[in-house]
């Protein structure tokens, strides 16, 4: 590795970037249609410009021959470094080049004091063998599911009545939140990290009272669609759709897809089916705006009721993964 330089990539690298992953994934077994240059530097620019980004290159003479696209992602468990594409250039692949960029990022992440490396690959392609041989295991504990909502389908829509927003039961009022409710959504997203993990402490709390309110506002009602019930003058329950917009495959041909963050009631409203309320407006929403797909991963709680929604259990192509380097 003595010739190979590893660097932090800014944006000045981008067209090597798209030229690199376009040259990476169009052979393969991956056979992914990059003809479309400016779109693929659109999505360069997606994933690379990600809030707390982080992305890492390999170069050699000044020229770029592997890269990862990720960014910094705080969790309860620790920070994690969450990568969303890594390839290695054609030419330089089978030489053990993969196996060394994947050491000297390890090793970068933890200077940062980061706990660990995530990232989702086929189970069915050579780079799941790559990743475990590199140290990386398999997240068997995490269910993914999804639900397609696709207009074509018979499904969508079937057995669902009414629940476009401002309609709801007695005193509860179902709408979108906007950039008024921030303060709320802050509010709620702390009680639902109580609820699921027991407590949290001051500097954890604080963490998130720093980083929430501008997050909100950079996402919100943009790549972040929050559906909340009002009662008694503040928010009682809100789930989250983070849209994605991927490369277009069959499964999305318009590369639109989406992700439940979380979902969340305030103790005294359970039991009323706000829950399920909230995940139908969100289904609806989903299909009006042509978001082909709504993947998330469900809690024992949770599950019966997606379920009943029409969730089903991802049939398990995708491997999860995550590197520990702490």
């Known amino acids: 590795m003595e010739n190979y330089s590893l660097i932090e990539l800014d944006e000045s690298y981008l067209p090597q970037?798209?030229?690199?992953?376009?040259?990476?994934?169009?052979?393969?077994?991956?056979?992914?249609?990059?003809?479309?240059?400016?779109?693929?530097?659109?999505?360069?620019?997606?994933?690379?410009?990600?809030?707390?980004?982080?992305n890492y290159g390999l170069v050699v003479d000044g020229k770029l021959i592997a890269m990862s696209v990720g960014k910094i992602n705080h969790w309860?468990?620790?920070?994690?470094?969450?990568?969303?594409?890594?390839?290695?250039?054609?030419?330089?692949?089978?030489?053990?080049?993969?196996?060394?960029?994947?050491?000297?990022?390890?090793?970068?992440?933890?200077?940062?004091?980061?706990?660990?490396?995530?990232?989702?690959?086929d189970n069915d392609k050579p780079s799941?063998?790559?990743?475990?041989?590199?140290?990386?295991?398999?997240?068997?504990?995490?269910?993914?599911?999804?639900?397609?909502?696709r207009t074509t389908e018979k499904t969508v829509g079937?057995?669902?009545?009414?629940?476009?927003?401002?309609?709801?039961p007695d005193d509860i009022e179902y709408d979108i939140a906007d950039l008024n409710d921030i303060s709320e959504l802050v509010r709620l997203r702390i009680l639902y990290m109580i609820d699921d993990f027991g407590s949290v402490t001051d500097e954890e709390r604080e963490g998130m009272e720093k980083q929430l309110p501008g997050y909100f506002e950079r996402e919100l009602g943009k790549k972040l669609i929050a559906f909340v019930a009002r009662a008694?003058?503040?928010?009682?329950?809100a789930a989250y759709l983070l849209i994605i917009e991927k490369p277009a495959n069959p499964f999305f041909l318009n590369g639109l897809d989406s992700e439940v963050l979380s979902v969340y009631t305030e103790e005294?409203?359970?039991?009323?089916?706000?829950?399920?309320?909230?995940?139908?407006?969100?289904?609806?929403y989903a299909a009006e705006h042509e978001i082909s797909r709504i993947d998330l991963v469900a809690?024992?709680?949770?599950?019966?009721?997606?379920?009943?929604?029409?969730?089903?259990?991802k049939v398990q192509k995708y491997k999860d993964m995550r590197l520990a380097v702490l």
């Not at 080049?97 to 090793?107: A, R, W, Y």
């Not at 079937?158 to 709801?168: C, S, V």
């Not at 809690?299 to 259990?313: A, R």
Request: charged share 25%; aromatic share 12%; glycine share 12%.
């Open 158 to 168: 079937e057995g669902i009545p009414d629940n476009r927003p401002g309609l709801g």
């Open 268 to 284: 005294g409203y359970r039991g009323r089916g706000i829950c399920s309320q909230l995940m139908k407006n969100m289904i609806d």
């Open 76 to 121: 309860w468990e620790g920070t994690n470094y969450n990568i969303e594409e890594l390839c290695v250039s054609p030419s330089y692949q089978g030489r053990g080049v993969g196996s060394n960029f994947l050491e000297l990022i390890e090793q970068c992440v933890r200077e940062k004091g980061l706990a660990g490396i995530f990232l989702q690959t």
């Open 17 to 54: 970037m798209a030229e690199l992953y376009g040259k990476a994934f169009s052979g393969e077994p991956w056979n992914d249609d990059w003809r479309d240059t400016k779109q693929l530097s659109e999505y360069m620019k997606d994933i690379s410009k990600a809030y707390n980004a982080l």
């Open 299 to 313: 809690t024992d709680e949770g599950y019966p009721i997606y379920k009943k929604l029409g969730f089903e259990d």
């Open 128 to 149: 799941y063998r790559f990743y475990h041989k590199n140290g990386f295991k398999d997240l068997d504990a995490h269910i993914s599911m999804y639900k397609s909502v």
């Open 232 to 237: 008694e003058g503040r928010l009682v329950a």
